[in-house]
């Protein structure tokens, strides 16, 4: 059962997070979203308040779209917008790739690295999952004091002093216990996307990356010529902690676009 929070009202649309995160991820940008849409933001299985998957489903790439399928269903979801970061983005471009979604806005999207850019982010990963394994009193003063969090966030956020200091900590927790850390590093690892968007595609990328390199934005614009690519200035790998407004006007942006291009009557979208 994928556990979630939902909240405001119109056009459904579901945030799916990256891996080691959660649906905190978000931040403020939920609730800015949440001014337009039928907002849900989700815990992927193995993740969060999520338990790990249930058989016949697994930790492979494919079964996480299998069963995002199904949440949807379960919901009563009829092709929802979705939005996900980094391992979450590449399931949205997935979910965009297989028509079960109306729009897809990927940020910083999993998929499009090389070599050296698979091992940055292992590297990063790996050195952030042993992070915290320390005495949780020390996780605890690393998540309190901001210029700690600069140090220990980094990867992550061009800002990692706008986490509040009790998401930093939940956080960490979430990362140190996570059953789904290994395996889905594992899969994600050997993934590469080389599918066709059959929707409205945005791919967002920070330019402050450190944990999927900007290089891999240029590499996804090679791969995907037709779909809508946007720069994020001054944001890092989560740039809905960042920059909110920014990642949720791409997100609206998106869904504007797709609906002039379909002729259909505007969403009365603040963003718009």
């Known amino acids: 059962m994928i556990s979630y929070t939902r909240a405001g009202s119109g056009d459904p649309l579901v945030l799916i997070h990256g ?15 949440a001014q337009d849409f039928d907002v849900i933001a989700i815990d992927l299985p193995g993740f969060g308040k999520s338990p790990r998957p249930d058989k016949p489903h697994s930790y492979r790439i494919d079964s996480y779209v299998d069963q995002l399928e199904e949440f949807f269903a379960e919901l009563g979801l009829d092709r929802p917008h979705v939005a996900g970061n980094s391992l979450g983005g590449m399931f949205v ?14 940020i910083s999207p999993a998929g499009f690295w090389g070599p050296l850019g698979l091992l940055n982010a292992m590297v990063n990963l790996a050195a952030m999952k042993a992070s915290t394994y320390a005495p949780r009193a020390v996780v605890k003063v690393f998540s309190d004091k901001a210029f700690l969090r600069k140090v220990s966030l980094r990867a992550l956020y ?36 080389r599918r066709r968007p059959l929707v409205p595609v945005t791919i967002a990328w920070g330019t402050k990356d450190k944990l999927l390199l900007p290089s891999q934005a240029a590499a996804a614009r ?24 920014l990642v949720a006007g791409a997100i609206v942006q998106t869904v504007v676009q797709a609906a002039d291009r379909a002729g259909e009557p505007l969403l009365h979208l603040t963003g718009a």
Do not use: K
């Not at 959660?22 to 609730?31: L, N, Y």
């Not at 471009?93 to 028509?99: F, I, K």
């Not at 090679?222 to 407004?245: F, K, Q």
């Open 93 to 106: 471009l997935e979910l965009a790739a297989r028509g079960a979604v109306r729009t897809a806005t990927a």
């Open 222 to 245: 090679e791969a995907l010529p037709t779909v809508s690519h946007l720069t994020l200035p001054e944001c890092g790998h989560v740039p809905m902690i960042d920059n909110p407004e």
């Open 158 to 193: 061009q800002h990692p002093e706008r986490v509040p200091a009790d998401v930093a900590y939940d956080d960490a927790l979430n990362l140190r216990s996570s059953p789904g850390f290994f395996p889905v590093a594992w899969h994600a690892s050997r993934a590469r996307f």
């Open 19 to 33: 891996i080691g995160h959660q649906r905190s991820a978000w931040g403020d940008t939920f609730e800015l979203l």
